[in-house]
C-alpha cells in the first residue's frame, strides 16, 4: 500500500525542503517536532466504529482461550493509549479477521510492525490472504492453512531461478473458491518457500555496488573490480556503513532519537546472514544501502542524475524510485512520519555535487554530539 500523504504527512515531508543543509535545525525537527505515526491511530483510520476497543478484546480472547481478560484488556490498552504497539505478524492477523480488514490494510499493518506485509510465497500468510478475501474468520484461516499439504522446500534460497513473490500473488488474487486455491496450491508446491528472494536479489546488487566502491577506494581509482568481494566483511560494516554509529550495546544513557538510529543498524554478522541467506533483509539496511552507494547498484539511466534538476525535484524522483523499490520487495513505502524515513528523505534531498552518504552521516554525528558518555558504553 503507498501511502497517502495527509496533511501532517505533507508537512513532515516540507520539512526536509524548509530545513536544507541547516543540519541542526534537521536534527531538532526530527527529535521533537516530527509527528511519529502510531499504530493505533492507524488502526483507527482503518476501522472506524466505537467498539474497536471490545472488538479486539473479545479477538485475543477468542484466539488464546487461557489468557486472562484483564491481561488482554491491559495489552490493547497499552496500544490506545501509545504505550506500545502489537509485537507479532500474528497478532495483526487477529486484529485484521476481528475487524474484516482487506488484503491491502492487513499488508500495510503487518509492514508497519515488521518489515513485511503479507508475503504470498510463505504458505502462512497465503492462506491467511484468501481467507481474508472471502471473509472467514481467524479460527477458519488458522485451520485452512493447517489442513494445507507441505510444499516440496520451504527454503529455495539457493536457487537463482525459483518464482518471486510478485508471480505467485497474481496467480492466487483472483482465486475465491476452496477448491481452485487448492488446485493452484498443488501446482505450486515447489515454489513457495518463507525467504523473501526479491528483497535479497536488491540487496545484493547495492551490496556489491557498494564493494566495488569501497575497493576503489581501498586501492586506487583505477581499480577494475576484480576480487572486489574480497574486501572483510568487517571492514564494510564498521568503515562504510556505520556512519558514525556508536557500537555501544548499552542503551540507557540514549535519547529516543539515539535509539531509533542504533536500533538494526547493520553489523558484520547481521550483514553476513544476510548475504548467506540465514536471515531476511533488513528494510532499513535495504535503504541506508541506497543511500551509500548513491543508487548507482543497476547502472541504468536515471533522471535524478541529471545536474539540471532542482534538489526538489530530485527528492521527488528519489523518493518515486524508493517507493517502487520497496513495493516490489513486499516493504511499505516511505513514511515522512516515521523517523529513520524521514531521515532516509532528508538525505536524498541533495544537490549534484552533495553526497547523500554525507548528509545521512552529519545528522548522524549531531545526534550523537551531546552524549558523549553513549559513545563508548
Known amino acids: 500500500m503507498l501511502l497517502e500523504l495527509t496533511s501532517l504527512s505533507r508537512e513532515a515531508y516540507h520539512s526536509l525542503i524548509s530545513t536544507g543543509n541547516d543540519y541542526v535545525s534537521a536534527v531538532q525537527y526530527l527529535s521533537s517536532e516530527l509527528k511519529i505515526r502510531k499504530f493505533y ?79 504470498y510465497r510463505d504458505p502462512k500468510d497465503l492462506a491467511y490472504a484468501f481467507c481474508l478475501r472471502t471473509q472467514k474468520t481467524y479460527e477458519d484461516a488458522v485451520q485452512f492453512a493447517r489442513s494445507l499439504p507441505a510444499p516440496y522446500s520451504q527454503s529455495q534460497t539457493s536457487d537463482p531461478s525459483a518464482p518471486r513473490t510478485q508471480m505467485i500473488q497474481k496467480a492466487f488474487e483472483n482465486i475465491q473458491s476452496e477448491e481452485k486455491f487448492l488446485e493452484q496450491y498443488k501446482n505450486n508446491l515447489e515454489n513457495f518457500g518463507a525467504f523473501h528472494l526479491k528483497a535479497h536479489d536488491i540487496f545484493s546488487e547495492y551490496y556489491d555496488a557498494l564493494c566495488l566502491l569501497t575497493s576503489k577506494t581501498e586501492t586506487s581509482p583505477d581499480y577494475d573490480g576484480e576480487d572486489f568481494k574480497e574486501l572483510p566483511i568487517e571492514t564494510i560494516a564498521e568503515t562504510y556503513l556505520s556512519l558514525g554509529i556508536p557500537l555501544g550495546k548499552k542503551r ?57 534538476l532542482t534538489a526538489e525535484e530530485r527528492l521527488d524522483e528519489h523518493y518515486w524510485i524508493l ?55
Open 252 to 308: 540507557k544513557h540514549l535519547s529516543p532519537v539515539q535509539k531509533m538510529l542504533k536500533d538494526g543498524w547493520p553489523s558484520a554478522t547481521t550483514l553476513v546472514n544476510m548475504i548467506n541467506k540465514k536471515e531476511n533483509v533488513r528494510r532499513k539496511i535495504l535503504l541506508l544501502l541506497y543511500i551509500v552507494t548513491q543508487n548507482i547498484s543497476d547502472h541504468q539511466y536515471r533522471e535524478s542524475d541529471e545536474d539540471y
Open 41 to 119: 491511530p492507524t488502526l483507527k483510520k482503518f476501522y472506524r466504529e466505537p467498539d474497536l476497543k471490545e472488538r479486539l478484546i473479545a479477538a485475543f480472547l477468542e484466539a488464546y482461550p487461557g489468557s486472562l481478560k484483564s491481561s488482554v484488556t491491559k495489552r490493547v490498552q497499552n496500544w490506545i493509549n501509545e504505550t506500545s504497539s502489537p509485537r507479532t505478524r500474528e497478532d495483526i492477523y487477529i486484529i485484521s479477521f476481528a475487524l474484516h480488514l482487506s488484503e491491502e490494510e492487513t499488508s500495510y499493518l503487518l509492514a508497519f510492525v515488521s518489515d513485511y506485509g503479507i508475503h
Open 323 to 377: 517507493n517502487s523499490i520497496l513495493a516490489e520487495c513486499g516493504m511499505n513505502a516511505l513514511d515522512p512520519r516515521n523517523s529513520y524515513d524521514w531521515l532516509v528523505l532528508y538525505s536524498l534531498y541533495t544537490e549534484p555535487d552533495e553526497s547523500m552518504e554525507e548528509r545521512m552521516r552529519s545528522i548522524i554525528d549531531i545526534c550523537f554530539a551531546d552524549y558523549p558518555d553513549a559513545l563508548n558504553i
